[in-house]
Each structure stands twice: as C-alpha cells, then as structure tokens.
C-alpha cells in the first residue's frame, strides 16, 4: 500500500484502539506478537495476521515477538519452526524476539502450583467422558466431582508427582477451579496440565507435564509484557478465561482483541484438513502451489507485496465473511504485470515455415523484456525458417474479425516480420500439420516500412533453437465456493482437473530462468521456474491468468 493509500484509509478498529492507548499514555509504546503452533506450514489465513500485528509494531513504532505455542510435543517438528520463520522472512518482517511457550515452562509451572495453592486449581482422575458429563450443557449447569474437594496439600503432592512421572498419561488432570455454572462453557473447571510421555522437539524429556494452550498462550502474553494480543473470533469465549487467570495470578495485565479470520473462496484455511490432504496424498506436499500455504504460494509464484496488499485490502473486521479468491489473484496479477518479463513459449505447437527465409540463416530479433518498465531492457530472440505457432492462432475457416493468421492472411510475428499464408499442410486425417508462409519485406518490426496493415500480432518460438520447458497450470483445488459449508466430506469437494501439465517450447532466454524471475508467458499468462526444475529439464508453475477466466464460470 502506498502512503497515499494508507492516508486515505480509515483506520480499522485495532488501530483506534492502539492510537487511543497511546494518546492516553496507557501505553508509551506497543509490543504485539506472532504466535503460531508449529504443528503445520502457515496459509494466506495467517499472513492476515502477521501483516496486521507486524504491520501495527511498524506503523506505530513499536516492536513483534514471534512466539511459538509450543505446547503439544506430538504434533510439532523443528521442519514446522523453520517453515514458519522462512515465511515471516519472505514476507518482509523481522522480529524483535524468536522465542516459545516452552521458554516459560517453569514459569507455567509455577503458575499451577500458585493457583492450587489458592484453592483455585484441583487434581481430577474422571475419565474424560465423565468429565464431559459433568460439564453439564451450554443450557444446564454442570456439577464438580469428589476430586473438586480435594485438600491444597493433597492436589499439591499428586501435582509434583504428575511432574516426577508417577502417574500414568491419561490417568488425570490439574483444572483450574472457576465456575461449573457459568455461560461460557470455557469457565466450566478446564483443563490446564496434562500428562504426556512425549519427546519435546526443545525441551526434550525434561517434562512429562504441559501446560494446556489456554494456560500458556495467554500468560505467555503477560510474561512478555504484550500490550496488544491479537487474536482470531473464535478465541472470544477465551478471553474471560485469560482474564480470570491474569487476576488470580496477579501477574501484567496484556488485553485480548479479536478480529474476523480470513476465508477464502474455493479454499480451506484448517490445519488440520490441509494435513490430510498432504498425509493422503491429494497434493503433493505442503507446499505443494494449489495449497493456501505460504510456501505453495510462493512456490506458484505469488510476490510478497501481493499478499501484503491484498491482506491491508480486505482490512480488519469485528464479522466474518467469506473473500472472493479473485481478489487475491487480482493483486498478484497487478503485481506481476508490472515486474513480469514477457518472453514467448508455445503450448501446441503448429510448424510453420516461412519459404522466402533461406535454410540456415538465422536472424536476430531484439524483443523489449516489460514495456510496462521502460529500465527492463530487451533480449535477443533467434528467428529462422521453421518456427512453431500456436495452433489457435491458425484457422482454416477464420471469421471476418479474426486478425491472426489464416488463408492468404497475414499476422505479425511478435519482435519479428509480418507474415502472409500462402499453402496449408494435412496428414491423412484431415489435420493441419503445417502451414507454408512468407515473410513481406521490409516488415521487421522497429524497422517496418512495408505499409503493410496488419492488426493482429502473434507469438512463435523457432523450431531449432528453443529450450523444451513443462508447463504446470492449476487450477482451483476444490469444486465449490464455500467448501466450508459442505456437510459432507470436504475432500468430496476436491476438483480433479487442479492440475495439468503441457509440454512445450520456449524461446532460448528461459533457459537461464531461476525461481526468483517473473515471467509472462504472452498472451498465456504469468509464471514462475519451479524448483524441481533442472537445467536438463524446465519446469514452470502458472501463477495466474492474464485475466480471470472464472468471472465467465
């Protein structure tokens, strides 16, 4: 967004909150923080929230701790840490602090044993089915157990003894003491420490105890002092948890906001489902381009602008609503137009040669990169007998207004000549296989001075000298537009035809392509070199269209 555009636009509710509170002198300056699980990639969802709490530390002067809630040592991996890292980078934000939940395990630990000592947190042996029974229903209260009535001195010892491994995984819990009658269903006695003989990808086997992520998400804040914790809708029950725990603990106060999360379009944001579609073998990995991954973002070609537009576009809301993914393909597009070298490949090929060009010679043509950046420079593209058209580019029986080539017509060759029609080539079933062509004089473009009028203007790659080059063109990866309104099995909803894959030919240049160059593959659309790619062999992911196709669906 450019300073103009962040002048003109209204601030969203956050910032009110945040100019209020430093206009006050509540706060003389703020600390947000990023807190991801490491127990998945990151998707577009979250780069929402990493542009709106970096975003807020660089507009007001403040500062971001990336925090990992690292408190469930079954699901996380060291892959996940430096994935998440990688994408907070690539997305241009920088830390202040790398630090974890577990960084505070002993402090969390503490906090436990204050509340027991308080008579505000209890040992309970239920089984969670009965604990789900006694919770009783958002519409009837619920009822404690014996355990509830448990001396400090009794939940105390059981408690240390969880710590020193005596009791087996399962066989209890510590719950905080609050409310079973309460509205909020979150208040009912939760769960804070579990058991749990897990190697931690940190902490290794020191505990055999972990805080639950309500425990350590929010006192994690108050350890860091955050003056503004940033959070999802779904965490507002939460926070009256938060709350009560910051009073009986009597430790810094950080308050809790909530914002709507991002939904796309054709796309699901869960974790948990994104996994299974990589651990099932629907895509091929997390970063796999038709995934909402960061990584297969970047990895499909998306720009780090891209995505910073596009999340200060749809803006921070208090409701949630569902974005068209259009909008996100509109800013990429706008992006890449205007960074994108546009080079010439060929998808289906149909040969044409031109008679008037002697065999052997080969002439050069200087093509401009981006006339859209006057500093792009040119490149020198090979121009000879036998080239390769697009076959839509040919018809037999063209209509009036078809202005590329057919019988006795002529069409410009992009940077090189106009060329006339003059015989068509079938095989035995009746298809075009070649077409026999001859250039007019005095028509190189930059040079033109055959006064020969010719309104449509075509791309080729020369048969001889080209590079071959896979083309991978997706499409979107489910079927249906709220995907999450579906009741059934959401992979149900997955579009069979997400991917094809063209063989093709390009023009020479490409073969010094590398994964960080924009490309326009003309009158195609945008593309990136992928890293499976080899000099032996090109492979180059479809970023987007030239203009959105779906609009028509």
């Not at 701790?65 to 907070?88: C, G, H, M, Q, W």
């Not at 408690?159 to 208040?187: C, Q, W, Y």
């Not at 190697?199 to 350590?216: Q, V």
């Not at 079938?426 to 075009?432: A, F, R, S, Y």
Request: hydrophobic share 35%.
């Amino acid at each position: 967004m450019s300073i103009k555009e962040e002048k003109e636009r209204s601030l969203h509710f956050i910032e009110e909150i945040v100019e209020a509170d430093l206009a006050s002198g509540k706060h003389s300056s703020i600390l947000t923080r990023f807190p991801p699980e490491p127990n998945g990639y990151l998707h577009i969802g979250h780069a929402k929230s990493i542009v709106l709490n970096f975003g807020l530390a660089q507009k007001y002067g403040g500062a971001t701790n990336l925090r990992f809630d690292d408190t469930n040592p079954v699901a996380e991996d060291t892959e996940y840490v430096d994935s998440i890292k990688n994408d907070v980078k690539w997305l241009g934000y920088n830390w202040i602090q790398e630090l974890y939940a577990s960084d505070y395990f002993d402090t969390l630990y503490e906090y436990a044993e204050k509340l027991i000592s308080k008579g505000l947190a209890y040992i309970d042996e239920s089984s969670s089915e009965e604990m789900a029974e006694q919770k009783g229903t958002p519409t009837e209260p619920g009822r404690r157990n014996e355990y509830a009535e448990r001396s400090i001195e009794e939940n105390l010892r059981i408690f240390r003894e969880m710590k020193a491994g005596k009791h087996p995984e399962g066989s209890m819990v510590l719950r905080a003491k609050i409310d079973m009658t309460s509205s909020n269903m979150l208040m009912r006695d939760p769960i804070i420490y579990r058991i749990k003989f897990a190697h931690h990808h940190r902490t290794g086997d020191k505990w055999c105890i972990y805080p639950m992520y309500d425990l350590a998400h929010g006192q994690s804040d108050s350890i860091e002092k955050i003056t503004h914790s940033i959070c999802t809708l779904e965490f507002v029950p939460h926070r009256e948890l938060y709350d009560w725990l910051i009073d009986k603990l009597e430790i810094y106060p950080s308050k809790q906001y909530e914002f709507a999360r991002l939904n796309l379009t054709y796309t699901v944001m869960s974790k948990r489902k994104l996994k299974q579609l990589v651990e099932e073998g629907y895509v091929a990995g997390w970063d796999d381009p038709r995934m909402p991954t960061i990584s297969g973002l970047r990895r499909r070609g998306y720009t780090p602008k891209s995505i910073r537009d596009f999340c200060d576009r749809i803006g921070i809301a208090k409701r949630d609503n569902l974005i068209d993914v259009s909008l996100l393909e509109f800013f990429i597009r706008d992006h890449l137009n205007k960074i994108s070298s546009r080079v010439m490949v060929v998808g289906d090929p149909l040969k044409v040669t031109i008679t008037n060009v002697p065999e052997g010679k080969i002439e050069e043509c200087i093509i401009d990169n981006n006339p859209e950046d006057e500093n792009s420079g040119s490149r020198i593209v090979p121009f000879d007998r036998e080239i390769y058209i697009e076959k839509e580019d040919f018809l037999e029986d063209a209509p009036k207004k078809f202005f590329r080539l057919k019988p006795e017509g002529v069409v410009r060759l992009k940077g090189a000549y106009i060329i006339q029609c003059d015989e068509i080539i079938k095989d035995e079933n009746g298809e075009v296989i070649e077409l026999k062509c001859h250039y007019i004089e005095n028509s190189k473009s930059g040079q033109d001075t055959s006064g020969v009028k010719c309104k449509g203007v075509i791309h080729w790659v020369s048969q001889k000298h080209n590079v071959p080059a896979e083309l991978r063109v997706y499409d979107r990866l489910f079927k249906e537009e709220d995907v999450n309104a579906y009741e059934g099995d959401f992979k149900d909803l997955i579009n069979e035809n997400s991917l094809e894959v063209i063989q093709a030919y390009a023009e020479p240049s490409l073969a010094a392509a590398t994964t960080d160059d924009k490309y326009q593959f003309m009158r195609n659309g945008y593309y990136v070199l992928d890293q499976d790619s080899t000099k032996e062999k090109l492979i180059f992911n479809k970023t987007v269209g030239l203009r959105d196709s779906w609009k028509k669906k």
